[in-house]
């Protein structure tokens, strides 16, 4: 069964500085992968997706990930933290002969000022 | 456009009373989706409907109903509620399963007590 694991319940980094959360999936076969944000007491929104194009993908708010089949990954990351980044991020995985999200139990970013 | 709408916001149940969420969206799409968000779990999908007409079970469907009344409602209903459904519940959509970019409603905060 497809599994997904993200490294760190919490992350703190300091305004400026880089963000990286970190993701990896089991799948058997290269899977759609998706990171969604959720900010405090809101539903989540698609930050970006990964489905077989480019591997490295850039989403919204200047996040981007890059998927890594050797190391079946699919890390977040930001140049420089905003105040505004701090939320909930969770990594999804969706093989593709699969209707279902299996997601990651979310990374709470946290940044200081 | 209002895109996913959930009612109720907040909701306190008694162990065995019922209830229904509601849940619609305007963007028309065939499918749509329920979610459970518990903390440290990440989201786990209760039920899904691919396309009007259809129900699927997920991967916590247990103690849970739903209906598809058209393209653009899915109801979830709780028969006989219990502690074990505290949850924060999401509602979402999207045009297709697998790659496609779910859009989530605001959630529904229940407490059974």
Redesign the interface.
């Given at each position: 069964a497809q599994s997904?694991t993200q490294l760190g319940?919490h992350v703190s980094v300091s305004e400026g500085a880089l963000v990286l959360l970190r993701c990896n999936y089991s799948s058997s076969v290269p899977p759609?992968l998706?990171w969604y944000v959720q900010y405090p007491?809101?539903?989540?929104?698609?930050l970006l997706?990964y489905?077989s194009a480019a591997t490295l993908v850039k989403g919204i708010n200047g996040f981007e990930a890059e998927f890594k089949k050797s190391e079946t990954s699919f890390h977040l990351t930001k140049p420089s933290a905003h105040m505004s980044d701090a939320a909930e991020y969770?990594c999804?995985v969706?093989?593709?002969?699969?209707?279902?999200?299996i997601?990651?139990?979310?990374t709470k970013l946290i940044i200081k000022p | 456009n209002a895109g996913?709408t959930q009612t109720p916001k907040f909701q306190v149940l008694k162990t065995g009373q019922s209830m229904t969420l509601q849940c619609a969206q305007d963007m028309n799409h065939n499918?749509m989706y329920w979610y459970r968000q518990d903390p440290?779990?990440?989201?786990?999908?209760i039920y899904?409907s691919?396309s009007e007409g259809t129900t699927d079970k997920?991967?916590v469907p247990n103690g849970y109903n739903v209906s598809r009344l058209n393209k653009r409602e899915f109801s979830l209903r709780l028969e006989s509620a219990a502690p074990s459904q505290t949850s924060v519940y999401?509602c979402?959509s999207s045009d297709g399963?697998?790659?496609y970019?779910?859009?989530?409603?605001?959630?529904t905060r229940l407490t059974v007590t």
């Open positions: 997904v319940s759609y998706f007491n809101q539903g989540l929104q698609l997706k489905t969770f999804a969706s093989d593709r002969s699969n209707y279902q999200l997601w990651g139990a979310g | 996913v499918s440290g779990m990440g989201l786990r999908l899904y691919a997920g991967e999401f979402a399963l697998a790659a970019e779910q859009y989530f409603g605001p959630g």
